[in-house]
């Protein structure tokens, strides 16, 4: 499986982006019934968790960070994971990677996850 991330960018504080992540390959109807994430690595910090989705996008979990500013959500007929990410701050400045879990649940540890896309990169100016 390939995960091909994009929608990053420059955008002041206060703004919104809207990250995709689409799914490509052989194993791409696999990844349908697993749970997806996104995860960020801001320079010099510990990769973190953002937001989780399980396989039927009927349940999600969010680091404290963003919870109630981003939105995770997925669109099983494009194979595709987006990220709407609203209220941006400078200290969500990061390379957002999406990746696909091992299982269908919505997991928040980047153990349960084995397949990653390549990042895209999110800049806030203040």
């Known amino acids: 499986v390939q995960l091909q991330a994009s929608g990053g960018g420059l955008v002041q504080a206060g703004g919104s982006l809207r990250l995709s992540c689409a799914a490509s390959g052989r194993s791409v109807r696999t990844v349908s019934n697993n749970g997806m994430g996104w995860f960020r690595q801001a320079p010099g910090k510990e990769r973190e968790f953002v937001a989780t989705?399980?396989?039927?996008?009927?349940?999600?979990n969010y680091g404290d960070s963003v919870k109630g500013r981003f939105t995770i959500s997925r669109d099983f007929v494009k194979n595709t994971l987006y990220l709407q990410m609203n209220s941006l701050k400078p200290e969500d400045t990061a390379v957002y990677y999406c990746a696909a879990a091992r299982g269908s649940w919505a997991a928040t540890n980047a153990r349960d996850y084995n397949y990653w896309g390549q990042g895209t990169q999110v800049t806030v100016s203040s």
């Open positions: 989705i399980n396989w039927r996008g009927e349940s999600a």
